[in-house]
């Protein structure tokens, strides 16, 4: 090994890459304009939708209640003081099945025949609420109707305690409260913690997949390859040159786009979610929001950076050694492309609720990174599995770089016609 | 100086087996001199000079340039070596004075000697219009060009070139052997591959016919006129390979 060598491999390909507009676009463009804009973009829509389903008010169908007069007109006059407006929209009756379906109402209610006087009597049969399983602004209707009706019960029962004398307390012994227990940066882990390492990962594999498919397979098509066999410098010097460079573009686009959507969170306090998650990176602006808004620890976004690194190795060295297999930049894609599915995978699995990191699973790769990865932003450390993913992690890299090596060394790889 | 002794390379096929690209080839080249192998494509030229440059490995024999062994020196054979194949191509984002420098950090040398170096040989072949544009945007011409002295920056003292007029224009052909000419009067070792019968009567001192990974004749080209009795090039290549049905047969493979 000879570093002189390597630096001025390195170096070559960094100028050569630089003028590259596909690399620029990988390694740069897109992780600092393309994926915030993505990400806040697809934020803000989801909030916009939300807060307008919530604005409107809930289309509704009262089935039969032709003898309950009186909960129908309540029905009709049930007013949101909150938002100023009639919380119920009564749709005149007609097959309600199909108006659900087709989204013309969000929820239907069927008062049985003879309700509002068997109320006044005792024991009234059940009222029925439909409504479609799954979609949003249904259920937001069929919680509207849910209250109404759970309401209208409370203050039945009420008055029939009140009739006999009986104190209400009668009917509610006590109180059940809810707080969340969570401190700010764990909620902001889990919500934020989830995807951030998702997109690193990802961002980690496409910027290092366009130099790896361009300075292999890319260089065999036009043929510079054989032109830099020529040069007298041992073969492990020039692997490592263009490995550094594969690996500069993997980084790259990992760092700009957690720089491009730390400042964006920090100086637009963009809205990531409807629920009003937003992250802050900057300590000024965690310390007013501290106590209200889900924050991300800073500490751990540089935890992940630095458990990002050997797997970032792992990435580079992957993909150099499967592009270097292909002959043309074209056939490189299309063995690159399907490993992206691969490496989505254990990825997306890191999101969901209830998989937390374990000694086994601190073994698999990507996983880990992307479990460990939430642990940390929530600011949980836990220093001995952080040291077997670490070294894991750097284990599977370096046996990745030993592979790009062979490979290289392999003249039917390097001349496969 | 190229010794190459019982040079041998087989490739697996997947469908056609094992094949034998080039098969037991020995000659020497000396400094001062031009060796050409003549042959069709396909005849082993490349595989042959690919194996001289330490491209490739040899399945068996062996071969010293300059003073070193193929398979124990490859790095120092290398540096000692001035490749230009058919298909080492240029670093099209990179322009002509950039990728020559590469090749001579590649080799070791100080910046200092690399610009005096591309001065000259950018004088010699007549580059300084377009030393500093991409290579990208260049004719084949200037292409070409730029790989000689990618391949001469090192000043090596053997020199490789694997038909290097291929496709190119009258001007520029007749311009590059006037220089490979010029290389071998400076006491340079060139092996020179082509299929072109008039180089190898105005270029070469030694003429090697490959054909079917073998060296079917060798000697200077009055030799060869000599031994099969024609005085044109083509015929004489043609007898060599064993006629035209047989030239013919080893174009099909």
Not at chain 2, 72 to 96: C, P, Q
Not at chain 2, 173 to 188: H, L, M
Request: proline share 4%; hydrophobic share 45%; aromatic share 8%.
């Amino acid at each position: 090994m000879n570093w002189n060598n390597i630096l001025t491999v390195y170096l070559k390909e960094l100028r050569d890459s630089l003028r590259d507009r596909r690399t620029l676009m990988s390694m740069i463009i897109i992780p600092t304009v393309v994926i915030p804009l993505m990400t806040f973009g697809f934020g803000k829509v989801m909030s916009r939708i939300m807060s307008q389903a919530k604005e409107e008010a809930s289309a509704i169908m009262i089935i039969g209640g032709e003898d309950s007069p009186g909960i129908v007109a309540a029905l009709k006059a049930e007013h949101d003081s909150e938002k100023n407006r009639p919380v119920f929209r009564i749709v005149p009756a007609g097959d309600y099945r199909a108006a659900i379906g087709d989204k013309k109402i969000r929820a239907a209610v069927e008062i049985p025949a003879g309700f509002e006087a068997a109320l006044k009597t005792g024991a009234a049969p059940a009222v029925t609420i439909f409504y479609y399983e799954g979609e949003i602004k249904s259920s937001l209707g069929q919680k509207a109707l849910e209250n109404f009706f759970t309401d209208l019960r409370q203050r039945t029962a009420e008055a029939r305690l009140t009739e006999r004398g009986q104190p209400v307390t009668l009917l509610k012994p006590f109180e059940v409260k809810r707080r969340n227990a969570a401190p700010p940066e764990k909620v902001g882990g889990n919500l934020v913690g989830g995807f951030v390492p998702y997109l690193i990962i990802i961002l980690c594999f496409t910027g290092a997949m366009y130099p790896a498919m361009d300075l292999t397979a890319g260089e065999k098509e036009r043929g510079t390859m054989e032109t830099l066999l020529c040069s007298p410098v041992p073969r492990v010097n020039i692997v490592l040159g263009k490995f550094l460079m594969v690996l500069t573009g993997s980084i790259s686009a990992m760092v700009f786009m957690l720089l491009s959507m730390g400042t964006t969170a920090y100086i637009g306090g963009a809205i990531m979610t409807g629920s009003g998650t937003t992250m802050k990176v900057g300590a000024a602006a965690a310390k007013t929001t501290m106590d209200t808004m889900p924050t991300v620890d800073p500490l751990g976004l540089f935890g992940v950076l630095a458990m990002v690194l050997p797997v970032a190795v792992l990435f580079a060295a992957v993909a150099f050694t499967i592009s270097l297999f292909a002959k043309s930049y074209k056939e490189a894609q299309s063995y690159l492309a399907p490993m992206m599915i691969v490496i989505i995978m254990p990825a997306a699995m890191g999101m969901l609720p209830g998989i937390d990191l374990n000694a086994k699973l601190a073994l698999v790769p990507i996983l880990n990174l992307s479990l460990v990865c939430k642990e940390m932003l929530s600011g949980v450390w836990h220093w001995d599995l952080i040291a077997i993913i670490f070294g894991s992690s750097s284990l599977y890299a370096a046996l990745a770089l030993t592979l790009a090596v062979k490979m290289f060394n392999r003249e039917d790889v390097m001349f496969r016609a | 100086m190229i010794e190459a002794h019982n040079l041998t390379k087989t490739f697996k096929d997947k469908k056609r087996g094992v094949i034998t690209a080039v098969d037991q080839v020995s000659f020497t080249c000396r400094p001062g001199q031009i060796y050409g192998l003549l042959g069709a494509n396909g005849a082993g030229k490349t595989t042959t000079l690919r194996m001289l440059a330490t491209l490739l490995a040899p399945t068996s024999g062996s071969a010293r340039l300059a003073g070193f062994d193929v398979t124990a020196d490859a790095n120092r054979v290398r540096a000692n070596v001035g490749f230009l194949g058919a298909s080492t191509a240029l670093y099209g984002r990179l322009t002509a004075r950039e990728m020559i420098a590469y090749f001579g950090q590649l080799n070791g040398m100080s910046d200092a000697a690399i610009r005096a170096r591309i001065q000259v040989l950018s004088a010699e072949l007549d580059m300084a219009e377009f030393l500093d544009r991409r290579c990208d945007k260049f004719s084949t011409g200037m292409k070409q060009k730029t790989s000689i002295a990618r391949t001469l920056i090192h000043d090596p003292a053997v020199m490789i070139f694997d038909e290097p007029t291929l496709g190119l224009d009258v001007m520029t052909a007749r311009a590059i052997v006037a220089f490979v000419r010029e290389c071998r009067n400076r006491g340079k070792t060139v092996i020179y591959s082509t299929h072109i019968m008039s180089e190898v009567e105005k270029l070469c001192d030694q003429v090697g016919i490959i054909h079917g990974g073998r060296l079917v004749a060798e000697g200077t080209v009055p030799e060869l006129r000599a031994r099969f009795g024609e005085q044109d090039m083509e015929e004489v290549f043609v007898k060599a390979v064993g006629g035209e049905a047989a030239l013919a047969a080893a174009l099909k493979n």
